[in-house]
T-cell receptor
Framework: GDSVTQMEGPVTLSEEACLTI???????????LFWYVQYPGEGLQLLLK?????DKGSNKGFEATYRKETTSFHLEKGSVQVSDSAVYFC????????????FGQGTRLTINP | GAVVSQHPSWVICKSGTSVKIECRSL??????MFWYRQFPKQSLMLMAT?????????EQGVEKDKFLINHASLTLSTLTVTSAHPEDSSFYIC??????????FGPGTRLTVT
């Protein structure tokens, strides 16, 4: 079945450091790919998404590119802030309107000032 | 927009009792809602997909008689954990389907069964 594998955490960085959180997937067909973020005490929020190969999703300085050839959707940010501390989840959903999401295990990110 | 609420945010109950968790889409109508379970430091596991006006579709390994789901309206789905046991203690999260593949998540409900 479909699956998502994320880089294991926790990840601790200093403010203004570069961030990459790796995400690879296994799926039949061409899924849509997502990054969700869960801030402390809050529900998951959609951070960015890409629905087809070579699409780049971006939001709040974060980017991820849908790479079909490597089945990857790595999350990147050039300069992280303390407020980026959260748990990040990579997820996929099936094509053609199927909404069921499959999540990776989550990566806890802590940014120190 | 696209706010989903859950009630209660946390609940403690005794073993053998039943607990109902509500999930509401506050500013949009959702024909499909999803229920997830999240164990500490682990990912979300989809339990079931709830469609308004029809029976829920449960994932493999999820007991439908234990986790009763009702989606009575386009803005409300409920999850009832029946005859709860300590192993049912977990963080339960709902989401409501938006346009396309997007889902909007509630803040979650922490259930502790003593």
């Amino acid at each position: 079945g479909d699956s998502v594998t994320q880089m294991e955490g926790p990840v601790t960085l200093s403010e203004e450091a570069c961030l990459t959180i790796n995400c690879t997937y296994t799926a039949t067909g061409y899924p849509s790919l997502f990054w969700y973020v869960q801030y402390p005490g809050e529900g998951l929020q959609l951070l960015l998404k890409a629905t087809k190969a070579d699409d780049k999703g971006s939001n709040k300085g974060f980017e991820a590119t849908y790479r079909k050839e490597t089945t990857s959707f790595h999350l990147e940010k050039g300069s992280v802030q303390v407020s980026d501390s959260a748990v990040y989840f990579c997820a996929l959903s099936g094509p053609q309107g199927a909404q069921k999401l499959v999540f990776g295990q989550g990566t806890r990110l802590t940014i120190n000032p | 927009g696209a706010v989903v609420s859950q009630h209660p945010s946390w609940v403690i109950c005794k073993s053998g009792t039943s607990v109902k968790i509500e999930c509401r889409s506050l500013d949009f109508q959702a024909t499909t809602m999803f229920w997830y379970r999240q164990f500490p430091k682990q990912s979300l596991m989809l339990m079931a997909t709830s469609n308004e006006g029809s029976k829920a579709t449960y994932e493999q390994g999820v007991e439908k008689d234990k986790f009763l789901i009702n989606h009575a309206s386009l803005t409300l789905s409920t999850l009832t954990v029946t005859s709860a046991h300590p192993e049912d203690s977990s963080f339960y999260i709902c989401s409501a389907g938006g346009e396309g593949h997007e889902q909007y998540f509630g803040p979650g409900t922490r259930l502790t069964v003593t």
